[in-house]
């Protein structure tokens, strides 16, 4: 399975950037896409996961600014971010799995910068 993400660059605080992830290859089709993001010093943390069944996960952080969403028949999914803050700022990583996770891939990660 291979992860192509998309969208992230730099943006001042208050504005809106929207990644996305096209998934490829042996693609199961009951499975979890999701965003994690990791700023430097820090632990990778999640930011939003869907199911194909449309069941989404946010974390407290960037509920009501960060919107997730699916395409199953194209195995995309992409984050709607606004209101961008500086706290934001952090290399995204789009995640694919099912199996119950213990089908796991990875993308190579975009940067999101937010300036204040």
């Known amino acids: 399975v291979q992860l192509v993400e998309s969208g992230g660059g730099l943006v001042q605080a208050g504005g809106s950037l929207r990644l996305s992830c096209a998934a490829s290859g042996s693609i199961f089709s009951i499975n979890t896409m999701g965003w994690y993001r990791q700023a430097p010093g820090k632990q990778r943390e999640l930011v939003a996961t869907?199911?194909?069944?449309?069941?989404?996960i946010y974390a407290d952080s960037v509920k009501g600014r960060f919107t997730i969403s699916k395409d199953n028949a194209k195995n995309t999914v992409w984050l709607q971010m606004n209101s961008l803050k500086p706290d934001d700022t952090a290399v995204y990583y789009c995640?694919?799995?099912?199996?119950?996770?213990?089908?796991?891939?990875w993308g190579q990660g975009t940067q999101v910068t937010v300036s204040s």
């Open positions: 869907i199911t194909s069944g449309k069941i989404t």
């Open positions: 995640n694919y799995h099912y199996g119950g996770g213990h089908y796991n891939y």
